[in-house]
């Protein structure tokens, strides 16, 4: 009997475990290439999730459309034949574009031209409200003009159940309040701006100088590039004082800005418990069930309320009125927001609105947060989801007007 060749046999042994060796190669291969691919696939999906969980943080939160740059809403007088807005202000006031940017952004500055260093902030000049006027309401009547104004908002609300509408009124000085559907949960998108820099101010309340803290953006928060001012105008690297950070994200409700006031108050979770000990009836982190004004239902965090958002600004307010150093620069930044309040449609323009106004476009939602030095300091605060920016701007300067008129009758002989 012939004895096999021992070449042959190493051959075919060397020939066997190449074989395996390319195999397990290939096999390693195409795993790596899936974990990659499921891998990007998750992170897309988490964006997504993180969008709709906390549309404030994110590109939605406050982001605009070329049609919204185009839009252009309608102008309401004075008549009694105008769509329920009634003002006695001026005989023609132009609504504001709920979308609108204030200001043209500048060229982007490219790697080679930017200067990384931190630009100086220049203040503004100090916001101070006027004296108040002499109320000729008595109590009596003016408790009567209040509940006059309740029938109102509310006739509304029921003339529109293709929206959905919370209100939250305060006289700051005395305290009166009227609340409809304010505890029910809304998107307050960038106007959570406010509450958080109320934190921040409290925090650092015995700095009065330039706050000389500086942060560098670096693409931590890239999908909120479409709704910021930094993202459209500076590239990676660029250093920015904390001023600046808190000015950009009150007065230009810019996403990136206010990411990085929530990382300097030590997350969302540190931020949301500091703001929780003002008002916190819901906790912005925590998920609430609500359905919109579709009638679809939503369960996610990233909800206040209209009476948590009244909270937080009559707060501000009353440390204002205390001590004017602690928040001076934050009620600076609300008087020269840029973006265009619908409140000026229906209020006189002697009257100075401090405002944020929050827009969450995929959601259709607004939230107007606003404090209006008239006859007296008050808090308005309106939210309003409608099918279009068009029908919720005219809410919002609908119910307005109706605030107007109550303040108007408390003041006139």
């Not at 607004?366 to 008239?374: K, M, N, P, R, S």
Request: with cysteine; charged share 20%.
């Amino acid at each position: 009997m012939k004895r096999p060749n021992p070449t042959f046999l190493k051959k075919a042994e060397g020939i066997k475990t190449y074989r395996k060796k390319r195999t397990l190669i290939i096999i390693l291969v195409l795993l790596v290439i899936t974990f990659v691919v499921v891998f990007i696939s998750s992170i897309a999906s988490a964006q997504d999730t993180y969008k709709l969980m906390f549309p404030g943080l994110v590109g939605a939160a406050t982001s605009t459309t070329t049609s919204y740059s185009e839009y252009q809403r309608p102008v309401h007088t004075t008549t009694e034949s105008t769509t329920e807005v009634t003002t006695t202000a001026t005989t023609t006031v132009p609504h504001a574009v709920l979308a609108a940017t204030a200001t043209p952004t500048p060229e982007p500055y490219t790697t080679e031209s930017q200067n990384n260093s931190p630009d100086p902030f220049s203040e503004y000049n100090n916001f101070s409200f006027k004296p108040m006027g002499v109320q000729t309401a008595t109590y009596q009547e003016r408790a009567v003009a209040l509940d006059e104004l309740k029938e109102k908002v509310t006739k509304y609300q029921k003339n529109h159940p293709n929206m959905r509408i919370c209100y939250d009124f305060i006289a700051l000085s005395s305290g009166e309040h009227l609340g409809i559907d304010e505890l029910d949960p809304v998107l307050p998108s960038g106007a959570m701006a406010i509450p958080f820099s109320i934190v921040y101010y409290d925090k650092i309340s015995g700095v009065t100088g330039p706050l000389s803290e500086t942060v560098t953006y670096d693409g931590n928060y890239s999908g909120s590039r479409n709704s910021s001012y930094i993202a459209k105008t500076y590239t990676y690297g660029k250093a920015f004082y904390m001023r600046t950070i808190l000015n950009y994200a009150i007065a230009k409700n810019d996403s990136i800005a206010l990411n990085y006031l929530i990382e300097k108050l030590g997350g969302l979770d540190e931020a949301v418990a500091s703001v929780n000990e003002i008002s916190g009836y819901i906790p912005y982190n925590e998920a609430r069930i609500y359905k919109d004004y579709r009638g679809k239902e939503f369960r996610a965090p990233g909800t206040i309320s209209c009476y948590d958002m009244g909270n937080y600004i009559s707060y501000m307010y009353h440390v204002f009125i205390n001590d004017p150093q602690i928040n001076q620069r934050l009620f600076n930044d609300m008087a020269a927001n840029e973006v265009e309040s619908p409140l000026s449609a229906a209020f006189p323009l002697s009257a100075k609105i401090l405002h944020v106004l929050g827009r969450n476009t995929d959601r259709n939602a607004y939230l107007e947060c606003a404090i209006i030095d008239y006859k007296e300091p008050i808090a308005l605060v309106i939210y309003v989801e409608a099918s279009s920016p068009d029908a919720a701007g005219t809410a919002i300067a609908t119910l307005g007007g109706y605030t107007q008129q109550y303040i108007e009758a408390c003041y006139t002989p």
